[in-house]
């Protein structure tokens, strides 16, 4: 399989929900890493997966939590949601090298 | 952390004119540095790289300059195409031989037809 796909594409949510999205990285790919974009905005790091183990994480809180499994899939857990994680989420996936490749992202508003 | 500035948000040029982004940055303990393109509803697409050992990368219409004692990155796309209408982006490592990306806030590319 080919590409980075993303679900869902839109998604709307009430404060104080979970919400869980998530990624299908390219075979091979042993790097994930989540992005949050707020309008107008560049990408943010959260964080990044090799292996299935945490291996970096941006200025995010707690409540932002992730899992990679064994088959190129990947989490992204944020609990509590707050009206200011309405932003689009961006997965990215790299076979180890700085060439990665993002998908289309999840548009998450928080209502 | 890192810092990547695009002091410019956005830049209109005429098809087939030059288009020229800019990126500033404040480390250059950097193994390469790169540029993303982004259309609306989709994610950052990777479009050109330039290793720190060298000043010029040409892949086609897109030309990359690094400029290390400015500390200064910049990308040249001749000619403009309509196609080319984007946000475009600067990230790079946020350690050398680190895969994590920072960003800059972007540069929006408006070709008029």
């Known amino acids: 399989e080919t590409g980075v796909t993303q679900s869902p594409t839109h998604l709307i949510k009430t404060r104080g929900q979970q919400v869980t999205l998530r990624c299908s990285s390219q075979?091979?790919?042993?790097?994930v890493s989540w992005y949050q974009q707020a309008l107008g905005q560049g990408p943010q790091f959260i964080f990044q997966?090799?292996?299935?183990?945490?291996?970096g994480r941006g200025n995010f809180p707690p409540r932002f939590s992730g899992l990679q499994f064994p088959n190129y899939s990947s989490e992204l857990n944020v609990n509590a949601l707050e009206l200011d994680d309405s932003a689009l989420y961006l997965c990215a996936s790299s076979p180890d090298t700085y060439g990665y490749t993002f998908g289309s992202g999840t548009r998450l508003t928080v209502v | 952390d890192q810092q990547v500035k695009q002091n410019s948000p956005s830049l209109s040029v005429q098809e087939g004119r030059i288009s020229i982004l800019n990126c500033d940055y404040t480390n250059s303990m950097f193994d390469y540095f790169l540029w993303y393109k982004k259309y609306p509803a989709e994610g950052p697409t990777f479009l050109i790289s330039i290793s720190s050992i060298k000043d010029k990368n040409e892949d086609g219409r897109f030309t990359v300059f690094l400029n290390k004692s400015a500390k200064h990155l910049s990308l040249h796309i001749v000619p403009s195409q309509p196609g080319d209408s984007a946000v475009y982006f600067c990230p790079h490592p946020t350690r050398s031989n680190d895969y994590k990306l920072s960003f800059g806030a972007g540069t929006t590319v408006t070709v008029r037809a």
């Open positions: 997966y090799y292996r299935e183990e945490e291996n």
């Open positions: 075979s091979g790919h042993n790097t």
